[in-house]
């Protein structure tokens, strides 16, 4: 459609105008309509392959058959803040629940950018960090990553790049730690120095969303990190590890008056009863988020051997997913795995359009996954 035929649509944001829509993994539903199939399996959007606990499981049903749904859910989110406040040893006046935390990143966009103002991420950064600001017609400052050829963290984050394009006057600074799509990561030395030299005026929005999946000698201590950074914004969800994405919950720590804000702009009901519930339930329920984590453990080592058998190379990765290089266009090798059943994520709108990402699903989920590669590249 262009604005001369429907002439309010000048009055659209420029930014608005200008974005392309994100590109979600395609739902299994869509694959069987497309194409007939019945038994289909999706590894493109991360989500935990146990789904959720046995607890949240629990819990649901018994909301379920309780039938209330008629009131509205608790817009402040008491119980589920309690039980984050505890989880974290944070005081809850520095929460901001989001539905999914893809709510909260359109917070921060909403309140801190904006015409004139800047946000700066990396290339290869998660798509919603342009997107939620050129929504807000902001501007986008992108560093260069890492190089294809690094020899530790190809397509990584280069801390010193962005501290580089750290201008004064960006209001917002996004790093996600495991990065998606690309699951590369920064070590917390070099990331706190870095957060420790961002001026006190520049948000640090630092994106949690893999933080469970690190290896022990790798996580952060990125809560003791809010206390000496009062610009730190931390978001976490509840879609990876916790098996929550089809309910969407996430949550923002960072100072309260930056929390004061978040939820000024926030809808007072954001977050259904059933998120909240499955949420606070799925937070007390460690013993589930270290299963999931160990699962991971295992298949991604069993997953990355196969790739090398197979002559594939990856990229680093500390998340549940990897994304591995064909050599090749990888659109074919992409279709070939969906006619197989097997829906797994394009990486062409990245820029990186001969590689895939694949997460890491369960050991049958895998092994049909590593089937149904090795007959799409002998195709
Ligand atoms: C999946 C993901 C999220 C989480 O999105 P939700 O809205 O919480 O489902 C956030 N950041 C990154 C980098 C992700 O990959």
């Excluded at 979600?24 to 999706?42: A, F, H, Y």
């Excluded at 720590?253 to 978040?262: E, F």
């Excluded at 702009?265 to 499955?278: D, E, G, H, T």
């Excluded at 197989?340 to 890491?360: F, K, N």
Aim: charged share 20%; net charge neutral.
């Amino acid at each position: 459609m262009t604005t001369t035929e429907q002439p309010f649509l000048k009055n659209a944001l420029a930014g608005v105008l200008a974005l392309e829509p994100y590109s979600p993994g395609m739902p299994i539903d869509e694959l069987q309509r497309r194409l007939g199939l019945s038994d289909v399996i999706k590894l493109a959007s991360n989500e935990n392959p146990l789904g959720p606990s046995g607890k949240v499981k629990a819990a649901l049903a018994e909301h379920a058959a309780s039938g209330n749904v008629s009131l509205y859910p608790d817009g402040g989110g008491f119980r589920l803040k309690k039980k984050i406040s505890e989880f974290h040893d944070i005081d809850s006046s520095r929460i901001t629940l989001g539905n999914g935390s893809n709510d909260l990143l359109e917070f921060i966009a909403r309140v801190f950018l904006g015409p004139g103002r800047k946000a700066l991420f990396s290339e290869y950064c998660f798509a919603v960090y342009p997107l939620a600001t050129l929504a807000q017609n902001a501007e986008a400052i992108v560093a260069k990553a890492l190089p294809a050829d690094h020899p530790t963290m190809p397509f990584g984050h280069d801390l010193e790049a962005l501290a580089a394009a750290l201008t004064p006057d960006v209001s917002v600074v996004m790093i996600a730690n495991p990065n998606n799509p690309t699951g590369t990561w920064v070590e917390p030395g070099p990331l706190e120095a870095f957060i420790a030299q961002v001026p006190a005026s520049t948000l640090v929005v630092l994106d949690e969303a893999y933080i469970e999946y690190f290896d022990p000698s790798l996580k952060p201590d990125s809560r003791a990190w809010l206390d000496r950074y009062p610009n730190l914004v931390i978001t976490r969800t509840f879609s990876k590890t916790y098996g929550l994405a089809g309910l969407r919950a996430g949550y923002a720590l960072s100072h309260p008056s930056v929390a004061d804000l978040l939820n000024r702009v926030r809808q007072p009901f954001n977050l259904n009863m059933l998120a909240l519930l499955a949420a606070e339930v799925a937070l007390g329920d460690q013993e589930h988020v270290a299963k999931a984590v160990e699962l991971n453990r295992t298949e991604m080592a069993r997953i990355k051997a196969e790739f090398a058998a197979l002559g594939l190379s990856v990229l680093p990765s500390q998340a549940n997913f990897l994304t591995f290089n064909l050599g090749r266009d990888a659109a074919p090798i992409h279709k070939g795995l969906l006619e197989r059943g097997v829906i797994v994520r394009p990486m062409a709108s990245y820029g990186m359009p001969t590689w895939l990402r694949v997460s890491i699903g369960t050991a049958a989920e895998n092994t049909r996954f590593l089937t149904a590669l090795k007959a799409a590249l002998a195709a």
